[in-house]
């Protein structure tokens, strides 16, 4: 006799079946209830060591679930596959595998041919009744459709149901064949039966029994075929319904849209058709118009001011400005926007702002068309994947200066401190608008965003410079490209110090002398600039000066390293008095507000605001004319009432350029970085281009690079030592313009600035004179 070990029936038991015969009967609902399962043992495939091992196996609501018991069924599933995507393959007369395509791959054996596609029919229509469940999930939404209406709904609905008819008499068709084959079947089966029990051959017993277990096979297999055609019958009747008021839905949305497009196709043409009737004057003929009112662009014009236009307020403990779009007549000319601010209760003068020149920052015809007089680099090799512990070497350095820490180049990348400083000259053309400005507020507003703007390319720059060594320079002339030209030196070893002095053609000077101070905390490593940069205007000498903030490198122990500026900066203008207030929100986990947000106030030297400025140092500035400021009634986190600003539209000061393709193969360098260590002609040896570590590098020779590291370390200390002999054995103090390292700057000298009273280094002239007679007979070798 056969198996029937493992095996289950599918819902209750059906009146019709056969003493005999094991038959799947049909389910109640096209929706499996909790009881429509199938459990049973099966044999699973585990390794090549212990091959097959008996499990024991459920199949509920189209989910395959295995355990190694029956009794883990309450707390220990081993395993599940989902049968709505599973691929269900037969191997041989016991095997077949069971796949959902991705990492779960079930090999299972049955215990017998008949066993086996009694599991094989039970997976089959699980697998189309959670298709079907699916499905119907997915349409769960449709049975809210408004009822078919119409003609057109009520021929699809006879339609429909002819359909249903016609099946329903082929479903009759085949369970007349069912009934056929289970009255022959049960008859050959009792025949067969009959012969088991007449003495025969072992090979004749054996065929008999294999003809018993096909035909029942292939009464299991009627019997499934005649199931599923019943299901989709119930299910066709118990959906068309809905099929039909969901496609009449359909209908009827698609009646709206072609509704609605044909309304907006006709607005779309009356529009066109009004612009083009419409008189534009061109702006040669408009200007006079406007010029013929002046100032006098008077009441009227305000009055539609505080019509058309509604302010909103923006709080300044909260960082958050909202803005609305400005009236048109603040796009005007100059003139124009002077008379409005007077009538608005504005300062004249020195309050109004042109805002056309601010919004669009028009560039002279001279300014643009500047042709490049080389061809920069636009690639460096990129980095090699050397892996290094930096635990091993920061652990005992915790405390200490990092500038007295010896690090090995896989933390640096191929740049000078002495370049990096440099770089603040990427976005010099804020410089250059500044220039232009006849407003001291409107130019703050620009240097505030040039300010702000040099930090925008450290956001990914997570490698450390190399410390310049004493008496190194680096010079970056982009006169004829840019109309500007910087140099760098480094005054100082202990404590490092930089100076750098930069002139453009354009009517600004930028210098600086930053130290750097810096802690390694163990998580983090912050890093203090110290010192003031000035920038000089030379039409309207307004003399500006600001700090920059603290940059803090995260994750040094473990994890991704990433920077985070933060702090506060004021850029005062020690003419007019005019300062503005930048805020470099520090990254927190818990705020709510965008990652990296800057803000600021511009006011004036009796402390009344006129401009606000947002954005992010990694992104974009924008600026927000203020129209009128008070104090809210909602206190600060401090206890202090917050002040209100009431602010015009936003209009963007600066964006930051994208990077280079590649970029974070080659350390995150920007376009103006990636031309810093360029091999140029006529440049001083002292010249960090000349730096063989840091060319080294950069070609992607670390090892060697390395060792020139520590050459030129140990030949700076030689240095030093004889620079304090001498000093020693002169016995005469530092004289006026040197240093406590004994060494006294090639470029520049030491003074007490005026502005500021603090001292620093100022450029003393002499190097482009020296490089165009190419005399350098008086620089050290350092290198």
Not at 291 to 309: F, H, L, Q, R, Y
Not at 427 to 444: G, P, T, V
Not at 575 to 585: E, I, S, V
Not at 660 to 686: H, K, Q, R, V
Request: a neutral charge.
């Amino acid at each position: 006799m056969m198996c029937r070990r493992g095996t289950k029936q599918i819902g209750p038991p059906s009146d019709t079946v056969k003493p005999r015969a094991v038959v799947m009967s049909e389910p109640k609902a096209p929706i499996p209830a909790p009881g429509d399962t199938y459990k049973g043992w099966l044999f699973k495939w585990t390794n090549y060591i212990k091959g097959y091992q008996r499990r024991w196996f459920v199949l509920s609501n189209g989910l395959l679930s295995y355990y190694r018991t029956q009794a883990e069924m309450g707390h220990t599933c081993r395993g599940t596959i989902n049968l709505a995507t599973a691929n269900i393959a037969v191997e041989d007369s016991c095997n077949f595998v069971i796949s959902n395509g991705g990492t779960q791959t079930y090999h299972l054996k049955a215990s017998s041919e008949v066993e086996r596609q009694r599991w094989i029919t039970a997976l089959e229509l699980a697998k189309a009744k959670a298709f079907r469940m699916q499905a119907e999930s997915d349409d769960s939404g449709d049975e809210s459709s408004p009822p078919a209406s119409g003609q057109g709904g009520g021929s699809r609905n006879s339609e429909v149901q002819s359909t249903l008819r016609t099946l329903g008499s082929k479903v009759e068709d085949l369970s007349t064949c069912n009934d056929l084959i289970a009255k022959h079947g049960s008859a050959l089966q009792r025949s067969l039966s009959e012969l088991e029990g007449v003495r025969l051959e072992g090979q004749t017993s054996e065929k008999i029994r294999q003809v018993t277990e096909r035909a029942t096979l292939f009464r299991i297999t009627s019997n499934a075929m005649i199931n599923a055609c019943r299901d989709f019958l119930a299910l066709a009747q118990a959906h068309s319904k809905r099929w039909q008021k969901a496609l009449q839905a359909e209908r009827e949305q698609r009646v709206r849209l072609e509704e609605t497009l044909e309304q907006l196709a006709k607005q779309h043409n009356h529009l066109e058709r009004a612009f083009r009737g419409a008189t534009v004057l061109p702006p040669s003929q408009s200007n006079p118009a406007i010029d013929s009112k002046g100032s006098a662009a008077s009441k009227g014009d305000a009055s539609d001011e505080d019509e058309e236009n509604e302010f909103f307020d923006a709080c300044e403990d909260v960082q958050e400005f909202i803005t609305v779009p400005a009236d048109p007549k603040y796009h005007r000319s100059g003139s124009n926007v002077s008379g409005i601010s007077s009538e608005l209760g504005m300062d004249d003068g020195t309050t109004s702002l042109d805002e056309q020149s601010l919004a669009s920052n028009p560039e002279s015809p001279q300014s643009q068309e500047v042709v490049p007089v080389r061809k920069r680099r636009t690639r460096i090799p990129d980095k090699p994947n050397y892996s290094l512990n930096l635990w091993s070497i920061m652990k005992n350095c915790i405390g200490k200066e990092l500038s007295k820490i010896p690090m090995p180049v896989n933390f640096n990348e191929p740049l000078s401190m002495l370049q990096r400083l440099s770089e603040d000259l990427e976005y010099y053309e804020l410089l250059d608008r500044a220039a232009k400005c006849q407003n001291s507020l409107e130019q703050m507003c620009y240097v505030a965003a040039f300010t702000v703007s040099s930090y925008s390319t450290t956001v990914h720059r997570t490698g450390k410079p190399f410390n310049p060594l004493l008496g190194e320079t680096f010079e970056l002339d982009r006169l004829q490209e840019s109309g500007y030209r910087s140099l760098c030196e480094q005054v100082s070893h202990h404590p490092p110090a930089a100076a750098h002095h930069a002139i453009s053609e354009r009517g600004w000077t930028l210098r600086q002398e930053i130290a750097l101070a810096s802690k390694f905390r163990g998580k983090y490593l912050s890093i203090m600039p110290l010192g003031s940069i000035h920038c000089i205007f030379e039409k309207s000498n307004n003399h500006y000066t600001w700090k920059k903030v603290t940059t803090t490198v995260h994750n040094i122990i473990v994890g991704k390293l990433w920077i985070d500026q933060s702090g506060e900066i004021d850029v005062v203008n020690h003419r007019t008095g005019d300062r503005c207030h930048l805020k470099f929100a520090p990254y927190s986990y818990f705020s709510r507000d965008v990652a990296r947000k800057v803000t600021g106030v511009v006011t004036d030297k009796d402390g009344k605001a006129h401009y606000v400025l947002s954005g992010t140092w990694d992104e974009k500035m924008e600026y927000s004319r203020v129209m009128q400021s008070s104090r809210g009634g909602e206190n600060g986190a401090d206890g202090r009432q917050k002040t209100v600003y009431q602010t015009l539209k936003a209009k963007e000061l600066w964006r930051k350029t994208p990077l280079p393709d590649g970029a974070e193969n080659m350390y995150y360098f920007s376009t103006l970085a990636l031309t810093l260590n360029e091999p140029e002609e006529g440049i001083a040896p002292t010249d960090s281009r000349r730096r063989p570590d840091q060319r080294l590098m950069e070609q992607g020779r670390w090892e060697e690079a390395n060792a020139e590291k520590q050459r030129l370390e140990e030949k700076q200390r030689t240095a030093r030592r004889e620079r304090e002999r001498e000093a020693n054995r002169t016995s005469s103090p530092t004289e006026e313009g040197g240093h406590p390292d004994n060494y006294r700057a090639m470029w520049f000298e030491r003074h007490v600035d005026p502005a500021t009273g603090e001292p620093t280094h100022i450029y003393r002239g002499g190097y482009w004179e020296a490089k165009e007679q190419g005399n350098w007979d008086s620089c050290p070798d350092i290198f």
